[in-house]
């Protein structure tokens, strides 16, 4: 590893990771392909650009201080939309502007509603737009006129309101119909279809699968009058697709099978119709690696498409048949690709990232089952290592054999890195992500425990040196792993966490309420107990590591003040050996700013540098 001077130059290989230049998959207007919405970074922001692939231009779009990566574009790639919040606390208002226009210049404030969470945005090629917003009130969805070119009449038209979770998923081809994901059942961890008719907000049809089975509405087949929505399902234990056809009312399964017939294994994690409404492309999540497979529905064959190993993690079939993903291992950095020739559709200007080490695959027995974990080892050196017990967030996530400048720069440090897959994680199965019901918290960390016990005896992990390291719900498994752990674990790092988780959901976005009641079966009104077990502050008493904690003063999903919460009152221990450090930032729910994401890594190393 290179070597930095005591003022900093050349800033080390980890830092110059962090500042890399990011260019995420263009979002192309569907009726002018050439033209599209990116997401890249902008002087060491994550900014929304104009793009004409044409050209190659890449036009900055918008110029705010805490980033703007929430964007889309109008079919007739007319206009570039982004959402405007607050510093990063997601609540706020789409705006739109002329595509190819510089920040500032041209912006509208087209939809004539007040602030609220986003809940979906859907652009139609007549100038209209049906509009989803979340807030304490509930869900509600609007169609509004707002003109292809210019200003349009404002005129709204609500089709659909409720006090549950949910969200405009999904519009025909030509904006007559638009499909509903909603938690009228009260449980948004599996949600319910409705398609609605646009013009007049009546109910075209429903589909619920029951509970313990969620839909997801993809996309509606790419033609004007085509009834068929394309959707994910769960009704064999894992996901799945099925075309719904709305003219029968059918639904028609999709059978993704490998050449020798058996069906192809893991889980669908997105779909997209090619455009001759024939074909589809699909993403399956299989071992922490994500892959894409074309299908063709009369034939039903399947072939893969793109690379073979680690993890896409954006794509799309672009008109022409070709399909354009971005692509990373744990050794490779990103990169934004075409499929069918290989090249690079965006170069990223100036810094790109080094690479770093490959994962390697842990199974260990834990006591729900077998638990899948990647490893990441220093290039020198034998064990047993210092290491990062990495928890990934969500829960109904996973880490995947991909790129991370944060988890490379600890490898770079000496250290042993394993990212666990815990039982609440996807790719594994419906059962799987959902073991965790019931006994939230304590479920994911038997896991995290197994995988750590499998590599100290196998003289991998030094268990004096092992630290836990993670970021929202794995910050909360941070915290609470420190306090349910406590001889576990030497040092904890704890990134906009749940802390208090009372406080927690009175304080956070009203869906994550609505997913917190999903997931503890009530409020905490309802289940009291439920909440107090799984609370970290309930356990702040048994705590023995330092520990240091960073939130986002704006974040609206782990808010500062449940937060603050737990830090006073582990400060407030006389007994308490360790130290407790807090770090804020004027941010949400994390940061898209180099600067920050750099002095909160050098935070960290040095964190653990001191106590370990």
Known sequence: MTSSTPDGWPPPPWELRLRAHQVELPDWADDAPDRACVVATARGVLQVHSWDARTGRLVQATDRPEGTTLATIDPRGNWVWWFDDTAGDEFGRWRRQPFGSPPGHGVQDPIPLPDAYPA?????????????????????????????????TERLVLLYRHEADAEAAALSHDGNLVAVEHAERGDNRHMALRVIATDTGAVVADLDDGPG??????????????????????????????????????????????????????????GWWYADGRTLLVAVDHEARTRLYRHVLASGATVPVGPVDGAV????????????????????PRTLVSASTGREIISPHGLRAAPSVPARDVWADGPGGRVHALLRLPPEGTGPFPTIVDVHGGPAWHRSDSFSSHLAAWVDHGFAVVSVNYRGSTGYGSAWRDALEGRVGLTELEDIAAVHDLLVADGVVDPARSVLAGSSWGGFLTLLGLGTQPGRWAVGLADVPVADYVTAYYEEMPDLQAFDRSLFGGSPEEVPE???????????????????VMAGENDPRCPLGQVLNYVRALRARTDYPGEVELYTYGAGHGSVVDDEEVAQLRRQLDFVRRHL
Do not use: C, K, M, N
């Not at 929505?229 to 697709?241: Q, S």
């Not at 439920?530 to 240091?548: H, K, M």
């Open 313 to 332: 993690s954006e794509a799309g079939p672009r008109p022409d048949g070709d399909v354009w993903l971005r692509w990373s291992s744990a050794a490779t």
């Open 120 to 152: 979906g945005l859907l652009l139609a090629r007549d100038g209209t737009a049906v509009v989803g917003r979340s807030s304490e009130q509930g869900t509600t969805i609007h169609q509004v006129v707002i003109g292809v070119s210019g200003p349009g």
């Open 530 to 548: 439920a909440y107090r077990v799984a609370s970290p502050l309930t356990y702040v008493d048994a705590v023995r590591a330092p520990v240091l």
């Open 213 to 270: 089975r969620g839909l997801t509405a993809i996309e509606f087949a790419p033609r004007d009058g085509d009834l068929r929505l394309l959707l994910a399902h769960e009704r064999r234990g894992r996901a799945e697709l099925a075309i719904w056809d709305l003219g029968t009312g059918l639904v028609h399964d999709v059978q993704l099978r490998e050449p020798g017939g058996g069906p192809l294994p893991g889980e669908v994690t997105d």
